[in-house]
């Protein structure tokens, strides 16, 4: 059965490959698993029939048969487990790459998407300040340093690409380009993984479904 893959209708971000679903569609191209697409508006999202699968109405969720699963790392997990080319044959790489996957959700991505917010929810509170948003840079500059400090020169993380790129990759492009322009290696390994045709593939998918999305269609 080919797995469905439930998705914004239109996506906040413009079709700029941020959306959640992005690490799932990458995902799914570089196992080369065909999947179907189903679209749901915000309102939708909202409803019995999609808190069903997903209750805390989000995106994405997966379907494959009779397995439902939410949360993009877990399903990127589910499928690297599942399917061959996203993690190592070796017990301990296996480890330590899901390690990696677990570190970009947990570690990296929350001061991130905290100072990523901030712009949308803070302004016109008493806590929204230049002092504040410096703050927030300065602990995401901590995260990327580390990072920075332990890729150094390699390639990858672990030896080959692995799930654990895959979803690091994805929390760093959501941070400012002028911070992680602060940090040569987190640029170049970023660029590395986005000439990937996987990726190019799955970005080219996303951009034709959100690109150009009517003023009035986030309902």
């Given at each position: 059965m080919t797995p469905i893959l439930t998705v914004f209708k239109w996506s906040p971000d413009g079709g700029k490959g941020l959306a959640r679903d992005m690490r799932v569609?990458?995902?799914?191209e570089e196992v080369g698993q065909p999947y179907e697409v189903r679209l749901v508006s915000f309102k939708q999202m909202k409803q019995p029939e999609h808190l069903a699968r997903q209750p805390f109405?989000?995106?994405p969720v997966y379907e494959e048969g009779a397995l439902t699963l939410f949360e993009s790392g877990a399903i990127v997990l589910h499928l690297a487990q599942t399917r061959a080319g996203l993690l190592p044959g070796d017990a301990n790489a296996r480890a330590r790459a899901v390690t990696w996957m677990f570190a970009a959700v947990?570690?990296?991505?929350p001061p991130i998407v905290e100072r990523e917010q901030a712009?949308?929810?803070?302004p016109g509170q008493p806590w929204y300040?230049?002092?504040?948003?410096?703050?927030?840079?300065?602990?995401i500059r901590v995260r990327l340093r580390a990072?920075?400090?332990?890729?150094g020169d390699a390639e990858w993380l672990e030896g080959a690409f692995s799930a654990g790129d895959l979803m690091?990759?994805?929390v760093l492009r959501r941070a400012d380009d002028w911070l992680l322009d602060e940090f040569p290696r987190l640029r170049a390994y970023v660029a590395r993984a986005e000439a990937r045709p996987a990726y190019q593939r799955a970005y080219a998918a996303q951009h034709a479904?959100?690109?150009?999305a009517p003023t009035d269609s986030f309902q």
């Open positions: 569609r990458w995902a799914l109405g989000q995106i947990g570690t990296v991505e712009g949308f929810t803070d300040s230049p002092a504040r948003l410096a703050l927030l840079d300065d602990r990072l920075s400090d332990r890729l690091m990759v994805m479904l959100y690109s150009g």
